[in-house]
T-cell receptor, first 112, second 113 residues
Framework: GQNIDQPTEMTATEGAIVQINCTYQ??????LFWYQQHAGEAPTFLSY????GLEEKGRFSSFLSRSKGYSYLLLKELQMKDSASYLC?????????????FGRGTSLIVHP | ETGVTQTPRHLVMGMTNKKSLKCEQH?????MYWYKQSAKKPLELMFV???????ENNSVPSRFSPECPNSSHLFLHLHTLQPEDSALYLC????????????FGNGTRLTVT
């Protein structure tokens, strides 16, 4: 996946906080997306970062450091329904088009 | 109907068959994508159409042939496939804009026998 790295699997407890990291190749970078994919379903959009810093959306936040090629997704007050795969996608912009390339995804298991 | 619709949901085909996957989006988007999702692998980008022109062909074998007749419809024509082509094929659409996320269909689960 063009040097997009994220952990394969993580486990956490209901009510806790979990941080899912993603590192990526910085050349040609034009934005970083996070998606959630439940088993047997299509991925759905969670967040977008293009500038350094933290974007907060309810229980989910996403952070970006462009110089370090690093992002994380922070999930607070975990619920059982948060058990899913979380996909990091790096976007490039060749010739005016927008091309997202995905990492392998992090499978998050939330225990009661 | 809203969103991105893919048909069929499931497809079983022999290696000598020819079949087509269909994708339709009702979101007014102007870019469409085919991705392949296999177990334990990242989503693999196959083809991208931006403003109805193919802009990315990610070294996909010629047994896969895309067609985009207009900005709302995308097809993937399949012929002489191999068992390793068995996977979930996902269609997505977006606006040609920096912060526009992908909207995915539910995919076609393809099994090649």
């Amino acid at each position: 996946g063009q040097n997009i790295d994220q952990p394969t699997e993580m486990t956490a407890t209901e009510g806790a906080i979990v941080q899912i990291n993603c590192t990526y190749q910085t050349s040609g970078f034009n934005g970083l997306f996070w998606y959630q994919q439940h088993a047997g379903e299509a991925p759905t959009f969670l967040s977008y970062n293009v500038l350094d810093g933290l974007e907060e959306k309810g229980r989910f936040s996403s952070f970006l450091s462009r110089s370090k090629g690093y992002s994380y997704l922070l999930l607070k007050e975990l619920q059982m329904k948060d058990s899913a795969s979380y996909l990091c996608a790096r976007q490039t912009n060749p010739g005016g088009s927008y091309i997202p390339t995905f990492g392998r995804g992090t499978s998050l298991i939330v225990h009661p | 109907e809203t969103g991105v619709t893919q048909t069929p949901r499931h497809l079983v085909m022999g290696m000598t068959n020819k079949k087509s996957l269909k994708c339709e989006q009702h979101l007014g988007h102007n870019a469409m994508y085919w991705y392949k999702q296999s177990a334990k692998k990242p989503l693999e980008l196959m083809f991208v159409y931006s403003l109805e022109e193919r802009v990315e062909n990610n070294s996909v074998p010629s047994r896969f042939s895309p067609e985009c007749p207009n900005s709302s419809h995308l097809f993937l024509h399949l012929h002489t496939l191999q068992p390793e082509d068995s996977a979930l094929y996902l269609c997505a659409s977006s606006q040609v804009r920096e912060n526009s996320p992908l909207h995915f269909g539910n995919g076609t689960r393809l099994t090649v026998t």
